[in-house]
């Protein structure tokens, strides 16, 4: 009888192991990540001119890298100009410029703390031209400001995230932003204790949209996007699921005047330069 009883709590507590984990792993954001070679079936190469690095969503803007003007977003809008778009949050001055369609994935975003009660986001810096970059720098000094042309606002894919109810360190939505921001496709650019690789002081408010796909590498694997790169042109291909999509990213170094890169007949895809040497292609499975 004693046995009969041990049995049936044994049961019991496995079946409750068991439950456990499937909560755990259903509960978590699944990504995978795998380092990896492109798939050979159904595929094709084609050539990307020079003019490629200089563009896309994970160019890489600091101290060492200028832009290139082929590089600032053609899609930055007047935020006050579109209702449409800022919804649910504030901003703290009307001249404040964005990319529509990083506005759109920051508004997505701001939905998405919402259901998690974190609503009092502000935007009080997004893109700025390169003549409002040269004053800051004259204002601020250096120790405080980028020159024009090396500051990742000057793209339009930046912004600078407040709190209308504490420092963003303190706030609830700073907090929520650090562990919810990758999902929607951006980054905390500047993480305390990466100063030395950034060149640029932990700043918990700049955000910069680089796309899901490697939003959710540079999370997961704690990469500044200087790191990334540096990855990415080691490793070549990385294969990741995140969000239930499937990507392939790729790096490709810049021969000459081209880079010949491979794709995936019939499906998806989308080229960013790094700004210095190669570009990288995402690919939707
Ligand atoms: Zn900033």
């Known amino acids: 009888m ?25 509960g978590e954001d699944k990504v995978d990540i795998e380092n990896g070679s492109l798939p050979q079936q159904d595929s094709k190469m084609i050539t990307v001119s020079k003019e490629q690095m200089y563009k ?38 009307p001249s404040i410029q964005l990319s529509e369609s990083v506005a759109k994935d920051f508004g997505e975003m701001v939905e998405g703390a919402k259901k998690d009660g974190v609503e009092h986001f502000l935007i009080s810096s997004g893109y700025r031209d390169a003549e409002k970059q040269d004053q800051l720098y004259r204002d601020m000094g250096h120790d405080y400001a980028l020159p024009a042309y090396h500051s990742e606002h000057n793209l339009g894919l930046s912004l600078d995230i407040g709190s209308t109810t504490a420092k963003m360190d303190e706030a609830e939505e700073g907090k929520w932003l650090k562990k919810h921001a990758w999902e929607y496709g951006f980054i905390l650019r500047y993480p305390k204790g990466k100063e030395d690789i950034t060149g640029i002081q932990y700043e918990p408010w700049h955000f910069r949209y680089v796309g899901k796909a490697h939003s959710a590498i540079m999370y997961k694997q704690d990469l500044t996007l200087e790191q990334y790169l540096d990855k990415l042109k080691q490793t070549k291909a990385m294969s990741i699921t995140a969000g239930g999509q499937k990507y392939t990213v790729a790096y490709y170094p810049m021969v000459g005047s081209g880079a010949t890169i491979q794709v995936q007949n019939g499906k998806p895809y989308e080229v960013s330069g790094n700004n210095y040497d190669g570009v990288i292609v995402t690919m939707y499975a």
């Open 2 to 26: 004693r046995k009969w009883v041990f049995a049936f709590i044994l049961v019991i507590l496995l079946s409750y192991g068991i439950s456990q984990l499937n909560v755990k792993s259903a």
């Open 56 to 93: 896309g969503d994970l160019l890489l803007v600091n101290n060492d890298y200028a832009l290139h003007p082929e590089g600032i977003r053609s899609d930055i809008v007047s935020l006050s100009d579109r209702p449409d778009l800022v919804q649910g949050y504030g901003l703290l001055d």
